[in-house]
């Protein structure tokens, strides 16, 4: 069973910096997907960048971007220059075959004015 | 953009109640989802849900809990016999499709379901 890992269970970063959070999973899937979700104070989940597993380039999406080690298993989220904003229940997720999701316990990221 | 919207946003029921909990997924979508998180947990698939019928489920969605899409547009979740436990936050998501050509899976803003 594909089971994924958020070592970091909390993180702070001052505001304008740059912090990465770690994901590692396990899978003997050749085939899939990995999110970052973003779950701010008010609870709703937010996509925040994806990666498929095929692709070799790491996604990007404005100040967010992947670390996508796909022999290693890992998949660590990269902030740059941090917002208040920012600051949230981040969780890394691995999408199955079957569609299912798999998510990760969270890290739950602080940003310090 | 299109939302996923999901009502109520807070239900309190007593316990052995019956519960549904609505979501309207995003209107082209053909894959409807639901997922809880119990306060402080990780988020939990539930089920899955396509052309009318579960195409997967988890160990948690056990017959207490139903799904159906009973007029084309919304999607509910039904909890029969409602227990303390099942006190968490309940997410519906949506996706247009789960081949190759891939679309992500979209989430509601949750409903807090608090069972008394």
């Known amino acids: 069973a594909q089971t994924v890992t958020q070592s970091q269970p909390e993180m702070s970063v001052q505001e304008a910096e740059t912090v990465t959070l770690s994901c590692t999973y396990d899978?003997?899937?050749?085939?899939?997907?990995l999110f970052w979700y973003k779950q701010p104070p008010s609870r709703q989940m937010i996509l925040v960048i994806r990666?498929?597993?095929?692709?070799?380039q790491n996604a990007t999406e404005n100040r967010f971007s992947v670390n996508f080690q796909k022999a290693a298993k890992s998949f660590s989220l990269k902030i740059s220059d941090s917002q208040l904003g920012d600051a949230a229940m981040y969780f890394c997720?691995?999408?199955?075959?079957?569609?299912?999701?798999?998510f990760g316990k969270g890290t739950r990221l602080h940003i310090l004015p | 953009e299109p939302e996923v919207t999901q009502t109520p946003s807070h239900q309190v029921t007593q316990m052995g109640q019956e519960v549904i909990l609505r979501c309207v997924p995003i209107?082209?979508?053909?894959?409807f989802y639901w997922y809880r998180q119990i306060l402080g947990q990780k988020v939990e698939f539930l089920v899955s849900?396509?052309?009318?019928?579960?195409?997967?489920k988890s160990e948690i969605f056990d017959d207490q809990f139903s799904v159906e899409r009973p007029d084309g547009s919304n999607f509910t979740l039904k909890i029969r016999s409602t227990k303390l436990e099942d006190s968490a936050m309940y997410f519906c998501?949506?996706?247009?499709?789960?081949?190759?050509?891939?679309?992500?899976?979209?989430f509601g803003d949750g409903t807090r379901l608090s069972i008394l």
């Open positions: 998501a949506s996706s247009a499709t789960r081949d190759r050509d891939f679309r992500p899976q979209h």
């Open positions: 899978t003997s899937e050749s085939d899939y997907y």
């Open positions: 990666q498929e597993a095929y692709k070799q």
């Open positions: 997720a691995y999408r199955r075959k079957d569609d299912k999701i798999i």
């Open positions: 209107s082209n979508h053909l894959y």
């Open positions: 849900f396509y052309n009318n019928e579960i195409s997967e």
